[in-house]
């Protein structure tokens, strides 16, 4: 048998050099692209709201706000009362307060048997009565109540009632100062069913902050050029 061998590079390269080069035209094509319209389905995800502090009771609730004020001047503390699914008719609380930084003007102009400090926007029907004592501890004594039996259940009040106080003490500059506002506990606060049974609640305490004055600032030296 005879094997035949590829010829060498350089037995090719004298037919490379004779060919004739061709130059085909390329006809360009124009192929259209068909739009697509696919429909994009939106999707509602909830958004979670951020929590709040607020405070959650198991039973009726009195609570005393916390406030500011300058001092030397009024400042009015609501105190809210939430009923949490419970039946309450009558309420029976003492408010101690700070008497170093907060004062209390018992006097009643009007005569209504209030002093003019206390405000109540319970509901018509109600009774509501308050007393100052003037003690060590400057206590306020609060009752609301309905004379109807069975009574109407309390509703939920913000507020049930606030007390102006005015600001005494002066912080010092730059400073706050707290004067806590808060419920006696000898009696505690007291909670009354529509059908006159006690039924165990919770009380909040408060406070007013004092703010100081503004801390003065002074420019900086000047220093003369030379």
Known sequence: SITTFPPTISSLIPSIRSATPTNTPVTPTNTPVSPTNTPVTPTNTPVTPTPTNTPIFTGPALIISNVSAASGSQ??????????????SSLAFVIDYDQSCLAFNPADANGNGIP?????????????????????NGESNVVISHAAQPAPSLPAITPLL?????????PAAGANQVAPVNFGTNPAPSFGSTTGASVS????????????PATPTHPPPHTATP
């Open 162 to 170: 606030s007390i102006v106080f005015t600001a005494t003490c002066p």
């Open 201 to 212: 609640g919770h009380a909040a305490n408060g406070s007013v902050t004092l703010n100081g």
């Open 75 to 88: 400042v009015a503390v609501p105190i809210v009362y939430q009923p949490t699914n419970a039946v309450i």
């Open 116 to 136: 003019d400090a206390i405000t109540f926007f319970a509901p018509a029907g109600f009774t509501t009565a308050a007393t100052f004592t003037g003690n060590a």
